[in-house]
């Protein structure tokens, strides 16, 4: 398992550009090569071919960098820039290898909530926009589900949860709404192809401890 960046005080100051790798079958942490970009609050996808794609993030300043990891030299290589430059977005792996950014937020962070979303294709290390979606969000969680058909669950940061179908390259909404924009919430995929929806906190800071089941 590949851990990166993060921080260990506030401020920009404390944001971290090194990684460690956790070994199962020892049951330890080693360290192994930096990142080009110090980043907190950035995405890690991992591709069809092994290596990491490390995306967007907080460091000196909002970042539109992206590096991938490659766990058999154990570097990182920075590869094409995101199209906008965000930070407690989302992502997740298409059927055809490409990888789905969506949401998070700019510089103004609160007041600064993106709808906008881009596509990485590894075979050409590049970032391209696609439809945006319908409802500004951030603060959601790292790794969107995949769905049956490759669909892919976007939820959290909005009262409402939407589905990127890369078929038509669109974003809909589903039926329902939770009862407020949890930030940060967790996403789980279960046997039955359901989604389980967790925790997370309000507008007021205040956690929760509601639970949600989509339901494809």
Same mark, same amino acid.
């Given at each position: 398992?590949?851990?990166?960046?993060?921080?260990?005080?506030?401020?920009?100051?404390?944001?971290?550009?090194?990684?460690?790798?956790?070994?199962?079958?020892?049951?330890?942490?080693?360290?192994?090569?930096?990142?080009?970009?110090?980043?907190?609050?950035?995405? $890690?996808? #991992? =591709?069809? /071919? %092994?290596?990491?794609? +490390? !995306? @967007? &993030?907080?460091? *000196?300043?909002?970042?539109?960098?992206?590096?991938?990891?490659?766990?058999?030299?154990?570097?990182?290589?920075?590869?094409?820039?995101?199209?906008?430059?965000?930070?407690?977005?989302? $992502?997740? #792996? =298409?059927? /055809? %290898?490409?990888?789905? +950014? !969506? @949401? &998070?937020?700019? *510089?103004?962070?609160?007041?600064?909530?993106?709808?906008?979303?881009?596509?990485?294709?590894?075979?050409?290390?590049?970032?391209?926009?696609?439809?945006?979606?319908?409802?500004?969000?951030?603060? #959601?969680?790292?790794?969107?589900?995949?769905?049956? !058909? @490759?669909?892919?669950?976007?939820?959290?940061?909005?009262?409402?949860?939407?589905?990127?179908?890369?078929?038509?390259?669109?974003?809909?909404?589903?039926?329902?709404?939770?009862?407020?924009?949890?930030?940060?919430?967790?996403?789980?995929?279960?046997?039955?192809?359901?989604?389980?929806?967790?925790?997370?906190?309000?507008?007021?800071?205040?956690?929760?401890?509601?639970?949600?089941?989509?339901?494809?």
């Amino acid at each position: 398992m590949l851990i990166t960046g993060g921080d260990d005080h506030d401020g920009p100051s404390g944001h971290l550009g090194s990684a460690e790798v956790f070994r199962a079958a020892t049951l330890s942490f080693q360290a192994t090569g930096a990142m080009h970009h110090a980043r907190v609050a950035h995405t $890690a996808t #991992l =591709l069809n /071919d %092994g290596k990491v794609l +490390i !995306a @967007g &993030g907080q460091g *000196e300043s909002l970042t539109a960098s992206a590096e991938l990891y490659d766990p058999k030299t154990g570097t990182f290589s920075e590869t094409g820039s995101l199209v906008t430059a965000r930070y407690k977005h989302t $992502a997740g #792996l =298409l059927p /055809d %290898g490409r990888v789905l +950014i !969506a @949401g &998070g937020s700019d *510089e103004r962070d609160w007041s600064g909530n993106l709808n906008s979303a881009e596509i990485y294709d590894p075979g050409t290390g590049k970032f391209a926009p696609t439809s945006s979606m319908n409802d500004s969000r951030f603060k #959601l969680p790292g790794e969107a589900v995949q769905l049956q !058909a @490759g669909k892919l669950l976007v939820a959290g940061g909005s009262r409402e949860a939407e589905i990127f179908d890369p078929a038509s390259g669109k974003f809909f909404v589903v039926s329902g709404q939770m009862n407020d924009k949890w930030h940060y919430m967790t996403e789980t995929k279960l046997r039955d192809g359901s989604v389980l929806l967790a925790g997370g906190y309000a507008n007021n800071d205040r956690g929760t401890t509601q639970t949600w089941i989509y339901r494809p």
